[in-house]
């Protein structure tokens, strides 16, 4: 009953009121689970365990974050950004250790989101969005290009022929049938269709499918089952277990908190609504919790998968929920028809998915646009393909871009210089006084020449750092050692306070005064 009422009060219940979107979100939530299959196994085997545990994880962070996230419409499973860093852990120190690690880092996701963590991904400029969805485009299309090959080898010119000319097929489908109808989602179709002519028309034998491409890694076979509770089991002292886990489970927090918010920031645009980030990053660490107590390898929000939910008309919770409870219900008493299912079908989905997340526009604007934000692009694009690490990408693009607009801002600071009748030498400055800009402002002033009495003006100016306040002392003193007497005038309260050294400041116009803070906490006495 309490969960009835938290979700009433949130508002989950309305959505169902729209039947039109709400079989738009079933259907395209169908759709979504016949292409999380797949994927879910693929990344099972880059984590290095059982595929039914990327099933699993599949199953219950979908639903979770369905029920409990904070953007409708955002398909969340297993991923392979997680993946990557799980293989080490799981290699080293086996599958529990991986179940001990998804609980304390969804631990760390629901205080992320209670402390109002989300509100950082504010700081990503759009250029860093630009380059992190087209790296994600990129590294989606190259990692279905290991679907032409078995066993390191090239497929033979005939197989290659005919799945290239499944996949033409498949996206045939996807892109025209919604110019004739959107009743049913064409990804849908398209799955089912290419299935059904490689079931029965001849001369499709040997066309590689799910069910082959398990047994080229290793498997018998699908053997479906529902997640069952499991307690991780690890036989060393809890202070020892912590030191292995802990730094896996910030890593994995902080490369699924950055996909989820980086996803849901795309959405938003997408759809022209807003998503709530604290309420998704509480989501995806309830989903991630879970998972270590019910045996799954954990995700976060795929991009993949929510651009074909979207693409589908997926908008409400319901695609979500129903694209986990179809999971579910395929990987236990369907696994047999998912087995058929031909990968050309499901490369030629996630093609389509190429397309549509890839900003085509970018292409033509980096020669208009500045240098500074066409190199961000292009740099976050290459960290996220070579590296794989998004979370380093995004970090990488934030670096870049502060420095860029500090070097560009350290240029903006510049003075008027005159003396009026009084003989008093005023400068007044304009721009920020900031680590960046303190070589420039000492340039600014002539100690030597300059008369007796000096008023600096800082009306037009921010005093932005702990690096302005020691440039400005610094100036004092030159002042006071030429035995010239200096006055900064329309300079806030608290930072004069800060300035220990000019014991001489007069003319302070506190009513006209900016209200910021410094970030040196420990000079506001």
């Given at each position: 009953?309490?969960?009835?009422?938290?979700?009433?009060?949130?508002?989950?219940?309305?959505?169902?009121?729209?039947?039109?979107?709400?079989?738009?979100?079933?259907?395209?939530?169908?759709?979504?689970?016949?292409?999380?299959?797949?994927?879910?196994?693929?990344?099972?085997?880059?984590?290095?365990?059982?595929?039914?545990?990327g099933?699993?994880?599949?199953?219950?962070?979908?639903?979770?974050?369905?029920?409990?996230?904070?953007?409708?419409?955002?398909?969340?499973?297993?991923?392979?950004a997680?993946?990557?860093?799980?293989?080490?852990?799981?290699?080293?120190?086996?599958?529990?250790?991986?179940?001990?690690?998804?609980?304390?880092?969804?631990?760390?996701?629901?205080?992320?989101?209670?402390?109002?963590?989300?509100?950082?991904?504010?700081?990503?400029?759009?250029?860093?969005?630009?380059?992190?969805?087209?790296?994600?485009?990129?590294?989606?299309?190259?990692?279905?290009?290991?679907?032409?090959k078995?066993?390191?080898?090239?497929?033979?010119?005939?197989?290659?022929?005919?799945?290239?000319?499944?996949?033409?097929?498949?996206?045939?489908?996807?892109?025209?049938?919604?110019?004739?109808?959107?009743?049913?989602?064409?990804?849908?179709?398209?799955?089912v269709?290419?299935?059904?002519?490689?079931?029965?028309?001849?001369?499709?034998?040997?066309?590689?499918?799910?069910?082959?491409?398990?047994?080229?890694?290793?498997?018998?076979?699908?053997?479906?089952?529902f997640?069952?509770?499991?307690?991780?089991?690890i036989?060393?002292?809890?202070?020892?277990?912590?030191?292995?886990?802990?730094?896996?489970?910030?890593?994995?927090?902080?490369?699924g908190?950055?996909?989820?918010?980086?996803?849901?920031?795309?959405?938003?645009?997408?759809?022209?609504?807003?998503?709530?980030g604290?309420?998704?990053?509480?989501?995806?660490?309830?989903?991630?919790?879970?998972?270590?107590?019910?045996?799954?390898?954990?995700?976060?929000?795929?991009?993949?998968?929510?651009?074909?939910?979207?693409?589908?008309?997926?908008?409400?919770?319901?695609?979500?929920?129903?694209?986990?409870?179809?999971?579910?219900?395929?990987?236990?008493?369907?696994?047999?028809?998912?087995?058929?299912?031909?990968?050309?079908?499901?490369?030629?989905?996630?093609?389509?998915?190429?397309?549509?997340?890839?900003?085509?526009?970018?292409?033509?604007?980096?020669?208009?646009?500045?240098?500074?934000?066409?190199f961000?692009?292009?740099?976050?694009?290459?960290?996220?393909?070579?590296?794989?690490?998004?979370?380093?990408?995004?970090?990488?693009?934030v670096?870049?871009?502060?420095?860029?607009?500090a070097?560009?801002?350290?240029?903006?600071?510049?003075?008027?210089?005159?003396?009026?009748?009084?003989?008093?030498?005023?400068?007044?400055?304009?721009?920020?006084?900031?680590?960046?800009?303190?070589?420039?402002?000492?340039?600014?002033?002539?100690?030597?020449?300059?008369?007796?009495?000096?008023?600096?003006d800082?009306?037009?100016?921010?005093?932005?750092?702990?690096?302005?306040?020691?440039?400005?002392?610094?100036?004092?003193?030159?002042?006071?050692?030429?035995?010239?007497?200096?006055?900064?005038?329309h300079?806030?309260?608290?930072?004069?306070?800060?300035?220990?050294?000019?014991?001489?400041?007069?003319?302070?116009?506190?009513?006209?005064d900016?209200?910021?803070?410094?970030?040196?906490?420990?000079?506001?006495?």
């Amino acid at each position: 009953m309490l969960l009835l009422s938290y979700l009433n009060k949130k508002g989950f219940f309305e959505e169902f009121k729209n039947k039109t979107q709400l079989k738009t979100d079933i259907l395209s939530g169908l759709t979504v689970a016949l292409a999380l299959i797949p994927e879910a196994i693929a990344f099972s085997f880059v984590a290095g365990v059982n595929p039914m545990v990327g099933l699993h994880a599949a199953f219950i962070v979908g639903l979770l974050t369905a029920i409990f996230g904070g953007r409708p419409g955002m398909i969340s499973g297993a991923t392979g950004a997680l993946a990557v860093v799980m293989t080490s852990l799981v290699l080293a120190h086996g599958i529990e250790y991986l179940f001990a690690t998804l609980i304390l880092m969804g631990l760390i996701q629901i205080l992320f989101g209670i402390f109002g963590g989300a509100k950082f991904v504010r700081l990503i400029p759009h250029p860093v969005m630009l380059g992190f969805v087209n790296g994600l485009a990129i590294i989606i299309f190259l990692a279905q290009i290991g679907q032409f090959k078995v066993g390191g080898e090239w497929l033979a010119q005939k197989e290659l022929l005919i799945m290239g000319g499944l996949i033409l097929l498949t996206m045939g489908i996807i892109y025209f049938l919604p110019k004739l109808t959107k009743a049913i989602p064409s990804g849908l179709v398209a799955i089912v269709f290419v299935t059904l002519l490689v079931l029965f028309i001849p001369g499709f034998e040997g066309v590689r499918t799910v069910s082959s491409y398990l047994s080229e890694n290793g498997y018998t076979g699908l053997i479906g089952s529902f997640p069952s509770f499991h307690i991780p089991i690890i036989d060393i002292p809890l202070l020892e277990m912590l030191y292995i886990i802990i730094p896996y489970s910030f890593i994995l927090a902080i490369i699924g908190l950055t996909e989820s918010l980086m996803t849901l920031t795309l959405i938003d645009e997408i759809t022209e609504t807003r998503g709530k980030g604290n309420r998704e990053s509480i989501g995806q660490g309830i989903a991630n919790t879970i998972c270590g107590f019910f045996g799954a390898m954990g995700g976060c929000a795929m991009i993949g998968q929510s651009m074909i939910n979207i693409s589908n008309g997926g908008r409400g919770r319901m695609s979500g929920i129903s694209s986990s409870i179809f999971l579910i219900l395929l990987i236990v008493f369907a696994t047999a028809y998912i087995s058929m299912i031909p990968l050309a079908a499901l490369v030629g989905l996630m093609f389509i998915v190429v397309i549509g997340t890839f900003a085509w526009p970018t292409i033509k604007m980096l020669n208009k646009i500045p240098k500074s934000d066409a190199f961000v692009i292009i740099a976050v694009t290459t960290i996220t393909v070579v590296s794989g690490d998004l979370a380093l990408a995004v970090v990488s693009g934030v670096i870049i871009s502060a420095l860029v607009f500090a070097w560009e801002k350290a240029e903006c600071i510049h003075v008027e210089k005159f003396i009026d009748s009084d003989n008093i030498t005023h400068y007044d400055l304009d721009g920020p006084v900031f680590f960046g800009s303190i070589t420039k402002f000492k340039t600014l002033f002539d100690v030597k020449n300059d008369t007796k009495e000096i008023i600096i003006d800082f009306a037009d100016s921010r005093v932005m750092d702990h690096s302005a306040i020691e440039a400005i002392d610094s100036l004092t003193e030159k002042y006071e050692k030429a035995g010239k007497t200096l006055h900064l005038k329309h300079l806030s309260p608290d930072c004069r306070k800060l300035i220990k050294n000019a014991d001489k400041i007069v003319d302070i116009n506190v009513i006209e005064d900016p209200t910021y803070f410094v970030a040196d906490d420990k000079l506001a006495i």
